[in-house]
């Protein structure tokens, strides 16, 4: 069993983080004919809360398109509380921003 210290552990979530956050911010250059968006709600803890043992009911939204010669590409992942009308306008300005039209 191998050990790693505690900082390296605490580290990996955040290089993780801007990982994702920048495969998804990239541009996007290629015609998508076909394009999903679908959600799943999960528990997620709430660290707010004193203790973080309080859980809240969250949707997780994930934008996945397939291009002409069939690749699938995730476009966004998303955490919410509901899904307002806000929230999707958001989304798909965000999209928008990034090349999709």
């Known amino acids: 069993m191998t ?3 505690f900082t390296s552990v605490s580290s990996i979530p ?3 983080d801007e990982k994702v956050e920048e495969s998804l911010s990239k541009p996007i250059e290629h015609e998508i ?3 999903f968006v679908d959600a799943t709600y999960l528990k997620v803890r709430d660290l707010k809360v004193r203790g973080g043992l309080h859980y809240e009911n969250k949707a ?3 934008v996945a398109g397939i291009r002409d ?5 995730i476009f966004g992942v998303r ?3 509901s899904e307002d ?3 999707w306008e958001k989304l798909f300005e965000d999209l928008k921003k990034g090349g999709l039209y």
């Open 14 to 16: 955040k290089e993780l």
């Open 60 to 62: 997780l939204f994930v």
């Open 79 to 81: 955490l919410a509380d």
């Open 85 to 87: 009308s806000l929230f």
């Open 3 to 5: 050990l790693y210290p």
């Open 69 to 73: 010669n069939s690749l699938r590409e």
């Open 33 to 35: 004919p076909y394009l």
